[in-house]
């Protein structure tokens, strides 16, 4: 499962894949275009 994070304005998207946490930043997106993205992750 994914998750967001909002840090100073920027998104990151976190998982787990294969018992580790990894992430990525998508930067200074809307709320709407980060869950798409976290969606997709899933």
Known sequence: MAS???RNGSWRV???YR???HFF???EVEKG???HKARQVE
Do not use: M, S, V, Y
């Open 25 to 27: 930043t998508l930067g």
């Open 14 to 16: 976190l998982f787990c």
């Open 33 to 35: 275009a980060a869950e």
């Open 19 to 21: 018992g580790q946490l």
């Open 4 to 6: 967001l994070q909002e």
